[in-house]
Nanobody
Framework: QVQLVESGGGLVQAGVSLRLSCAASGRTLSNYAMGWFRQAPGKEREFVAVISRAGGLTYYADSVKGRFTISRDNAKNTVDLQMNSLKPEDTAVYYC?????????????????WGQGTQVTVSS
C-alpha cells in the first residue's frame, strides 16, 4: 500500500485561497488515481476531486467545480488541491486517497489507501 500524508490545512476567512498537498511514499504514485475527499462534523465523507494516473483526466464535485483544482506531480510523488474562493461550507477535514481504478473512481470504497486528513476551517 501507498502511505499518504496531507498538509496545508488551516483557519482562513471566506473568499481566500488555500493549497493542500498530499505526499506519497512506499509506492510509485503514478500507479494510482488520486482523489480528495472531505468530511464535515456529523456528515458522511464526500467526494471532492479526482485525477487520473497520468493527470490527463480530472473530475470534480459540483460544489467545488470552478473553485478547486486538483493536480499531481508524479516525479515528486505529490498531489495538490488548490482551493480558491473558499466558503464556510467548505469547512471539513480533507483527505487524500489512492485508487487502483482506471481511469479513476469517485466512490470512497474504491480507494484503498487514505491519509490521516488535514483540517480546513473557513470563517465567514
Amino acid at each position: 500500500q501507498v502511505q499518504l500524508v496531507e498538509s496545508g490545512g488551516g483557519l482562513v476567512q471566506a473568499g481566500v485561497s488555500l493549497r493542500l498537498s498530499c505526499a506519497a511514499s512506499g509506492r510509485t504514485l503514478s500507479n494510482y488515481a488520486m482523489g480528495w475527499f472531505r468530511q464535515a462534523p456529523g456528515k458522511e465523507r464526500e467526494f471532492v476531486a479526482v485525477i487520473s494516473r497520468a493527470g490527463g483526466l480530472t473530475y470534480y464535485a459540483d460544489s467545488v467545480k470552478g473553485r478547486f483544482t486538483i493536480s499531481r506531480d508524479n516525479a515528486k510523488n505529490t498531489v495538490d488541491l488548490q482551493m480558491n474562493s473558499l466558503k464556510p461550507e467548505d469547512t471539513a477535514v480533507y483527505y487524500c486517497a489512492a485508487s487502483t481504478r482506471t481511469p479513476f473512481a469517485r466512490n470512497p470504497a474504491e480507494f484503498g489507501s487514505w491519509g490521516q486528513g488535514t483540517q480546513v476551517t473557513v470563517s465567514s
